[in-house]
C-alpha cells in the first residue's frame, strides 16, 4: 500500500469516529461553512475574534469549526464531506489529490521558508545534512516539512532512502526526540520555536533556498463551486485577520498561547517568521507546488501524477 493510501486509511477512521460529524457528511444545504482547523494560525484567530460569524449572516450563512491535529487529517476530513474549508502547508494537497479527494486551491499565504526546520539535540554530534546518512529522522507523514527534508538531503548529495523515516505526529515526534529515540526532528512552527527556546534544540536546515513554505486555503470543488459568495467573504475575513496579526505580533500570541498550549514568547518568535497577506493563486505557485508533486511521484511517495492547474479555483480570491 502507498504512503498516501495508507495515510488517508488511518486518517478516515479517525474523521468517521468523531460525534460532531455524525449526519454531517451531505453538502451544507443548510448554508453553513464548515471549516477545519489547526491549532496555530490565522484561523485560530478569525475563529476567537467572531469576525467571519459577522460577515457570513450578512449573506445568510452560519459557520461551525473543527480542530485538526494536522493537514493531513484536515484534508481526509474534507474528501469525506465533513469540512468544506481549510488550510494546509504545501504536501497535504499533493497527497489529497493523489488520492482522489475533490479540492480546490483557494489562496495562499506567501512563503514562510524559515518556518520549518530540520532540528537535532542541541549536543548532537550531526553537524551538517549530509551527517543524516542512515540516522532516523522522525517527521510528520504527508506534512509541508515532507519536501523540505527531500530537499534539504537532495542538496547534501543524499537520497531519500539514504536515512530512515519514523512518521509520528508532532506530539510524538517531540517525546521520540527529547528520549533520544530518532536523530533529527524536520518541523514546522510554533513547534519548531517551542523546540528551540524550550529544550535548546539546533537547527540544522530550514527551507531558505530550497523550499517556497506556503500556507495554502484549500475548499471542497462542489461547496467552491456552488458557494462563491460565501468563499470570497472567508477568505476576506481570513485577509483582515492575517494584516492584523501582521501588525499585533504579541496580541496575536497572546492570543494563541491558550489554545496551542504554548508560551506567548515563544509564539511570538514563531510569528516573526511567518509570512502575512493572502494571495491569488498565480502561475509561478502553481509551477512550485508541481515540482513537489512531479518529485513525490518521482520517488513513489504518491501512486500517479497529478495535475495541480487542475484544481485552481478560476476566477476567485
Do not use: C
Not at 32 to 50: A, D, E, M, N, P
Not at 187 to 196: G, L, N, R, T, Y
Amino acid at each position: 500500500m502507498t504512503i498516501s493510501r495508507r495515510l488517508f486509511s488511518t486518517a478516515l477512521a479517525a474523521v468517521l469516529a468523531l460525534p460532531l460529524w455524525s449526519g454531517g457528511l451531505a453538502q451544507a444545504a443548510d448554508k453553513t461553512v464548515r471549516i477545519g482547523y489547526q491549532k496555530y494560525g490565522t484561523l485560530v484567530l478569525l475563529k476567537g475574534k467572531g469576525l467571519l460569524e459577522k460577515k457570513l449572516e450578512k449573506i445568510g450563512y452560519t459557520v461551525t469549526w473543527t480542530e485538526f491535529p494536522a493537514g493531513p487529517q484536515l484534508l481526509e476530513a474534507l474528501n469525506v464531506g465533513a469540512v468544506d474549508f481549510g488550510t494546509t502547508g504545501e504536501t497535504p494537497p499533493i497527497f489529497a489529490q493523489a488520492a482522489g479527494a475533490p479540492l480546490v486551491y483557494i489562496a495562499h499565504e506567501p512563503p514562510a521558508a524559515r518556518g520549518e526546520a530540520i532540528l537535532v539535540p542541541k549536543d548532537s554530534p550531526i553537524k551538517t545534512v549530509a551527517d543524516l546518512k542512515g540516522k532516523t529522522v522522525t517527521l510528520n507523514k504527508g506534512s509541508n516539512v515532507h519536501y523540505l527534508l527531500v530537499k534539504a538531503l537532495e542538496e547534501a548529495g543524499l537520497k531519500y532512502t539514504d536515512i530512515k523515516t519514523s512518521f509520528l505526529p508532532p506530539a510524538d515526534a517531540r517525546a521520540a526526540f527529547e528520549q533520544g529515540a530518532v536523530d533529527a526532528w524536520v518541523i514546522w512552527d510554533p513547534f519548531q520555536a517551542a523546540a528551540e527556546v524550550a529544550i535548546e534544540a539546533r537547527e540544522l536546515r530550514n527551507g531558505e533556498g530550497i523550499v517556497p513554505n506556503h500556507q495554502f486555503y484549500l475548499g471542497a470543488k462542489s461547496f467552491v463551486d456552488n458557494n462563491p459568495e460565501a468563499v470570497d467573504v472567508v477568505i476576506e475575513a481570513v485577509g483582515e485577520i492575517d494584516e492584523w496579526a501582521k501588525a499585533n505580533t504579541a496580541a496575536a500570541a497572546a492570543e494563541l498561547a491558550p489554545s496551542v498550549g504554548i508560551p506567548e514568547d515563544v509564539l511570538a518568535v514563531a510569528l516573526e517568521r511567518q509570512s502575512y497577506g493572502v494571495k491569488a493563486i498565480d502561475e509561478s505557485v502553481v509551477k512550485q507546488q508541481q515540482a513537489i508533486a512531479d518529485t513525490f511521484f518521482e520517488l513513489g511517495l504518491i501512486p500517479e501524477k497529478i495535475s495541480i492547474a487542475d484544481v485552481v479555483r478560476k476566477g476567485g480570491a
